[in-house]
C-alpha cells in the first residue's frame, strides 16, 4: 500500500480563464477500488491526463506507482492478440496471460487470432488484462463499457471487482456498485472522496442535499424575519430622533438628551439585527453550491390517429447473404416504452433503421402508419460542429427550450458560445437528446443514447421519460435505465 497525493492541484486549459481544479487537495490509497463520477465536463478525463503528466499545472502530485491509462491504443492491429498482449506486459510468461484471460471467460484461443479481428468486447478484455499484468501499476480506466453489451459489461465489472488499484470513470451504476469501494465525485465546488459503492454514495449526496435544503429555508425565513426588524426599529430610531424638534403634548420641553438617547439606543438594535442579518446571508451563500440542477425537463410528442405505430412479424433482415436477425416479433404502441436487447451483432440497430426509413433488405411483414413522424438519436457524434443557435435553426427547433434543456443537463452558460467540435463525448451526447426531446413527434427512437453521459443527467432523463411517458423504442446496455424506464422489453 502507498499514497498518492495531490496537494493544492490548479489547472486551466490554455487560452481558458476558468480553472477546471483550483487548490485542490486530497489522498488516495493506492489498494482502493476507486469509482469517478461528476457532470460531463467538469475534468474527469482531465484529471486522469494530470496525473499521466500530459498537461503542466501549479500544485503537486506525488505517487510511487506508475500511471497507466485504458483504453489503450494498439497500433498494429494486424498482430496475433499475444503479440499485442505482450508489447504492452513485456514480462508476463504465457501462463500469467493465459490465467489472466480466464479471469475475464476469454479462452485462449484469441491469443493466436489477429487483433482486428476480435469483437469490441473481446479487445476490451485482452487489452484490460494486459495492463493489470504489468507490476507495481494503477490503472487510470476510462469509460470501458462503452458499446459493451449488457453480458459482456456483467462479465468486466466481475473481473475488476477482483482486482485492486484503480481509478474507473463510469457512468453505469449497476457498473459501479459491483466493482468499487471508493467513489472519488467532482462536484460543483470540491472534490470529495468517500467510502462505499456509487448507490451509498448518491444516499448521502440526497440526505447532505435534503439537510442544506432545509437550511436553506429556514435562513431564508430568518433573513426575511431579520430584514423585516431592521426596518420597523430603523423606522422607530428616526421617528424618535425627529421629534427632538418639538414639543411634549403639554407644551413643555423635550429633554433632548434623553431622546437622543433612545434614538441611539434604537439605532444600535437595528445595526444588531443587520449584523445577524448579514451573518445569515453569510451562512445562506455556503449552502447550496454543490446541489446539481434536478429540474423537471419538458418534452411535447405529437398524438398519432393511431394506436398502433409500428408492427413487425417474422422480419429477418439480410446483409447481401448474412442473415443478421431472424423472426422479428413485436409491435409499438402508443405510450410504450421498448428497450430492444440482444447481444452486439444480434440487429438492433438495424431493425432500428428498418423503422427509420432505411432501404434494408427484409422478409416478413413490416407495417408502420402513414405520416409517421420520428426522431432519432444516433451513436455516433461526429457530425456536430459549429455553434449550438445555428444548430438549433438548422433543425427547426425552439432555440430557447433547447439550451434550457442542456442546462438542466448540466451545460454552463459558457458553454453556449462553444464550438461543438470541443465538446466532450458526454456533451455531444446530450445535444443529441436535447434536439430529439424538441421535435414533436409520434415516436423517439435512441440508439446507445447514454454513451459518455453522466450518471445525474442518466437519472434526469430517466424521471422525464417516466413524467412525461413518451413513445420510445431504445437500445440502452445500462441496465438500471433499462429496468427503471422500460415498459416491455424485446430480446432478439
Sequence with gaps: MSLINVTN???????????????????????????????????????????????????????NVTFEYFPYEAQEQENFTIDIIREISPNSMDWEIIKELSLLNIDDYVLYRQFYTLSKGEQTKALLAAIFLKENSFLLIDEPTNHLDAEARKKLSNYLRKKKGFILISHDRSFLDNCVDHIISINKTNIEIQKGNFSSWWENKKRQDGFELAENEKLRRDINRLSESTKRTTNWSHEVEKSKKGTTNSGSKLDKGYVGHKAAKMMKRSKSI???????????????????????????????????????????????????????????????????????????????????????????????????????????????????????????????????????????????????????????????????????????????????????????????????????????????????????????
Excluded at 37 to 49: D, H, I, P, V
Excluded at 414 to 423: G, N, P, R, V
Design 9 to 63: 492541484l490548479t489547472f486551466a486549459y490554455e487560452g481558458s480563464y476558468d480553472n477546471i481544479f483550483e487548490n485542490v487537495s486530497f489522498q488516495i490509497d493506492t489498494d482502493w477500488k476507486l469509482g469517478f463520477t461528476g457532470r460531463n465536463g467538469r475534468g474527469k478525463t482531465t484529471f486522469l491526463n494530470l496525473l499521466l503528466g500530459k498537461y503542466e499545472y501549479t500544485g503537486k502530485i506525488s505517487a
Design 274 to 492: 443587520e449584523n445577524r442579518q448579514q451573518a445569515a446571508i453569510e451562512e445562506k451563500s455556503k449552502l447550496l453550491k454543490n446541489i446539481e440542477g434536478s429540474e423537471s425537463l419538458k418534452i411535447f410528442e405529437l398524438a398519432y390517429h393511431k394506436n398502433k405505430l409500428v408492427e413487425l412479424e417474422n422480419v429477418s433482415i439480410f446483409y447481401g447473404d448474412t442473415m443478421v436477425c431472424k423472426d422479428v416479433d413485436f409491435s409499438i404502441e402508443q405510450g410504450d416504452r421498448i428497450a430492444l436487447k440482444g447481444k452486439n451483432g444480434s440487429g438492433k440497430s438495424s431493425i432500428i433503421k428498418l423503422i427509420c426509413g432505411e432501404d434494408i433488405y427484409y422478409t416478413g411483414i413490416f407495417r408502420k402508419g402513414n405520416e409517421l413522424k420520428i426522431s432519432y438519436v444516433s451513436q455516433d457524434t461526429s457530425h456536430l460542429k459549429g455553434n449550438l443557435t445555428d444548430y438549433a435553426f438548422e433543425n427547426n427547433i425552439d432555440e430557447s427550450l433547447f439550451k434550457a434543456i442542456l442546462r438542466k443537463l448540466g451545460f454552463s452558460r459558457i458553454q453556449f458560445e462553444k464550438d461543438m467540435s470541443s465538446f466532450s463525448g458526454g456533451q455531444k451526447k446530450k445535444v443529441l437528446i436535447a434536439k430529439s426531446l424538441c421535435e414533436k413527434v409520434h415516436l423517439h427512437i435512441w440508439d446507445e443514447p447514454l454513451n459518455f453521459i453522466d450518471v445525474i443527467s442518466r437519472m434526469q432523463i430517466e424521471h422525464l421519460l417516466l413524467e412525461y411517458s413518451p413513445t420510445l423504442l431504445f437500445v440502452e446496455h445500462d441496465s438500471e435505465f433499462c429496468k427503471n424506464v422500460s415498459t416491455k422489453t424485446f430480446e432478439l
